[in-house]
């Protein structure tokens, strides 16, 4: 256990991050999976509104320093490809 002020604090924070990270960790995972569902359905509507909502959260991810910028934008670009795989099928 932490024996100094800066020390408990620092534990503290650790503490704090680790839940927010483990929330946006969770809802990152669930966004990419409701496009992917959506795609394997073939339902387009539904890969579409998923992947508007997956676009503008995984960028908000970036804004709030859960993910790096072109991590996000990797994700995206790849899940632009898989919904627009739907619509050449």
């Known amino acids: 256990m ?3 002020k800066s020390a408990k604090k620092r534990a503290k924070q650790t503490i704090k991050k680790t839940e927010r990270n ?5 809802r990152y995972k669930n966004i990419v999976k409701a496009v992917r569902a959506a795609v394997e359905e073939g339902n387009k509507e539904a890969a579409l509104e998923a992947f508007k909502v997956a676009n503008k959260q995984l960028h ?3 804004s709030k320093g859960f993910l790096k910028k072109q991590t996000a934008s ?5 899940l632009h490809k898989l919904v ?6």
């Not at 483990?22 to 969770?26: D, E, V």
């Open 84 to 89: 627009n795989s739907l619509e050449a099928a």
């Open 22 to 26: 483990r929330y946006y960790r969770t």
């Open 60 to 62: 908000h991810f970036v």
């Open 74 to 78: 990797r994700k995206v670009s790849r």
């Open 2 to 4: 932490a024996n100094h």
